[in-house]
């Protein structure tokens, strides 16, 4: 199993980037997918997350408004759509896919700044 993010980068605030996250070997098909960033000498924060069947999508208050999350079955993808960016906003983004024994990508790194 694999999972490589991209689309990560330096942005000024106010603007967009969209990650992508693909998989092989499992599909999100059956598996839920979630984006969660680290930013330099924090923790984790879970970001966001599309369940596997019902594709409902759920937000941390932090982005709710602001970020998008979808996927693309028939690719194996899952994207963030990220607007209106702020420098708190930046951080390592990691695609994780499950949750009892999950896969995580190897992240893609989202810098916000003037």
């Known amino acids: 199993v694999q999972l490589v993010e991209s689309g990560g980068g330096l942005v000024e605030p106010g603007g967009s980037l969209m990650l992508s996250c693909v998989a092989s070997?499992?599909?999100?098909?059956?598996?839920?997918a979630m984006w969660v960033r680290q930013a330099p000498g924090k923790g984790p924060e879970w970001v966001s997350e599309i369940h596997s069947g019902t594709g409902r999508t759920d937000y941390a208050d932090s982005v709710q408004g602001r970020f998008i999350v979808s996927k693309n079955n028939a690719k194996n993808t899952v994207l963030l759509q990220m607007n209106s960016l702020k420098p708190d906003d930046t951080g390592v983004y990691y695609c994780r896919a499950g949750w009892a024994s999950p896969y995580w990508g190897q992240g893609t790194q989202v810098t916000v700044s003037s």
């Open positions: 070997g499992l599909s999100f098909d059956s598996y839920d």
